[in-house]
């Protein structure tokens, strides 16, 4: 991740770091019909499991009459709620992702990047998260997010974004915006460029590819 790169160059000598993010296609979406206000995309991984307990019996109950999908193996891994759907299994995300109002990344563990994030981020989402779901991304602002770690303050973000139409188109802009800075395929190629000796690549590229020279 970004983050462990950073703290590479503080005891890297004679050495070259290059971040090698995760990249997605870009998938923003102009469509407004949403049928869900929250979505989940995880497997069965037990930091997913437990986040999802955690959002379920703290965070949920202070959110009535919201609509809920979980899709990945983790939804096997939680009991029905009223407003929820489960899909374990799904072909194309794409649909799911333009018809959820926002994302949620509830997890209270974990390392690395979250690509769960970076996903949501291609699709031009917004996101409500734990402070765990932007370890590996060095930028902990104006990144289309919404950070919250107490259970009332999740909620309370989830409700800021869903009543608050400005707020949320803010959100996506942010999202977009980060998204092509980060995790785009432009990006992505550049800093292939950069690892095979591209000067001009290097050059557009120096302040987000973690490079130190020892």
Known sequence: SE???????TVGNHAVFVNRAVYFPKRFSEIRDFKYDLLFV????????????????????????????VVGGVADSI?????????????????????????????????????????????GRPIVTTRWGLTGIAEKKDNG?????????????I???????????????????????????????RRLDLVFGNADSMEDDADSCSISYG
């Open 79 to 123: 009991k029905d709620f009223p407003g929820l759907k489960k899909f374990p299994h799904i072909k194309n995300l794409a649909p799911i992702y333009q018809k959820s109002k926002m994302v949620i990344c509830p997890l209270l563990g974990g390392t690395g990047l979250k690509v769960k994030v970076a996903e949501a981020l291609s699709f």
């Open 145 to 157: 997010c919404l950070v919250a770690d107490e259970a009332s303050g999740f909620a309370d973000a």
């Open 159 to 189: 409700y800021r974004l869903s009543q608050d139409d400005a707020l949320l188109v803010q959100k996506e802009q942010e999202a977009c915006t980060f998204f092509e800075k980060k995790f785009s395929f432009g990006k992505f190629s």
């Open 42 to 69: 995880g497997s069965e991984n037990p930091f997913n499991v437990e986040g999802l307990h955690w959002f379920f019996y703290k965070v949920y109950p202070l959110l009535p009459k919201c609509k809920l999908v």
């Open 3 to 9: 983050e462990e790169s950073l703290f590479l160059q």
